[in-house]
């Protein structure tokens, strides 16, 4: 049951970050419209940067949108992270790659809305921690 649950816990992660990919690159009416899709001309950082940011680095952030390097350092990351988890290859490197990402993006909206503190970029950055080290240690 053991091993189960962290097979389904690493896919899901996985899956988290490729979904993410596959819809800001298609656009497919979830977190992005058709017409907004990489694909289509969009930018997939923009949506965030501009509308979700706020806190004591808002101007930054906002700063960063529509960036060309940074779409494409987005996707890439998006993608890495995504295939490094779910196929259980160069975990570490993915896990690394996906915490700076949920990292900024939490500083992004400093304070997060629900909470002072917390939110759930912080717990996923912590479920990449653990999906590592399981990693590492696997026979």
């Known amino acids: ?3 189960i649950t962290w097979l389904v816990l690493r896919l899901m992660m996985g899956l988290i970050f490729l979904w993410a990919f596959v ?3 298609l656009g497919l009416g979830f977190a992005t419209k058709p017409e907004n899709s990489w694909l ?3 930018s997939p950082t923009s949506g965030f940067l501009l509308n ?3 806190g004591p680095l808002e101007a930054l952030f906002k700063g960063l949108a ?3 390097a940074v779409d494409w350092l987005f996707m890439l990351g998006l993608l890495f992270v995504g295939l490094t988890i779910t196929f259980n290859r160069y975990i570490k490197w993915g896990a690394l790659a996906g915490s700076a990402m949920l990292l ?3 500083l992004a909206v400093l304070p997060p809305a629900n909470n002072p503190l917390l939110d759930d970029h912080l717990v996923y ?4 921690i653990l999906l590592a080290h399981k ?3 696997r026979s």
Not at 125 to 128: A, G, T
């Open 104 to 106: 900024l993006m939490y």
């Open 1 to 3: 049951m053991k091993k």
């Open 135 to 137: 990693g590492a240690h």
């Open 125 to 128: 950055i912590l479920v990449l």
């Open 66 to 68: 529509g960036i060309v």
């Open 23 to 25: 819809d800001k690159l």
């Open 52 to 54: 979700a940011t706020h």
């Open 40 to 42: 289509n001309g969009g």
